[in-house]
């Protein structure tokens, strides 16, 4: 759609989508979405207020069954602190300037309850308006169906450096 709200259509057959598109957060942009084994779908945006933002979430029911929001999303995942260009090297950076935290949300593989989502976040700038110095590699989870969220987990080390772009993907319970 014009601008970057998230909407959302699905195919049973590949041939015909639903129509209208559903509209996931007016305001909402950088959309991805994920797949529980219980057929839940989960769409995980971004929402946008001075540098920073909060990691949102919708949940629906599946394809199959009409998308249908449920009841108590969107729900608010955590707050982030964006990762932005310049990053020296990195042919990804534009002059619109990318945002580079990442987030991506994965349904565990063993608990279709247990959810998690990764992002990268800026903790530390230089002070000249240049760049930033840090980031960390965070991790939080709900195992409620994405009703909350538990306290974000830094997996990065604690030696200062660029961390940008992170993945998660669950395996065997563990993400």
Not at 64 to 80: D, E, I, S
Not at 112 to 136: F, K, M, Q, R
Request: hydrophobic share 30%; proline share 7%; aromatic share 6%.
């Amino acid at each position: 759609t014009s601008g970057q709200d998230p909407t959302l259509v699905c195919s049973q057959d590949g041939l015909t989508w639903t129509n209208p598109p559903i509209d996931v957060e007016v305001g909402g942009f950088v959309p991805r979405i994920t797949v529980g084994q219980d057929g839940f779908v989960y769409v995980i945006y971004r929402t946008i207020s001075g540098g920073g933002g909060n990691i949102r979430i919708s949940k629906y029911s599946s394809c199959k069954t009409g998308l249908t929001l449920q009841p108590g999303f969107p729900r608010t995942v955590t707050a982030v602190t964006d990762v932005t260009c310049p990053v020296p090297g990195l042919d990804r950076c534009n002059l619109g300037g990318n945002i580079l935290s990442s987030h991506l949300a994965a349904v565990d593989d063993t608990n279709p309850n247990h959810i998690y989502v990764s992002y990268a976040t800026n903790t530390a700038s230089d002070g000249t308006g240049a760049g930033t110095t840090n980031e960390n590699v965070m991790v939080i989870d709900s195992t409620d169906g994405g009703t909350t969220w538990g306290v974000p987990v830094r997996i990065s080390t604690a030696t200062t450096g660029r961390r940008f772009m992170p993945w998660i993907c669950p395996l065997g319970g563990a993400a």
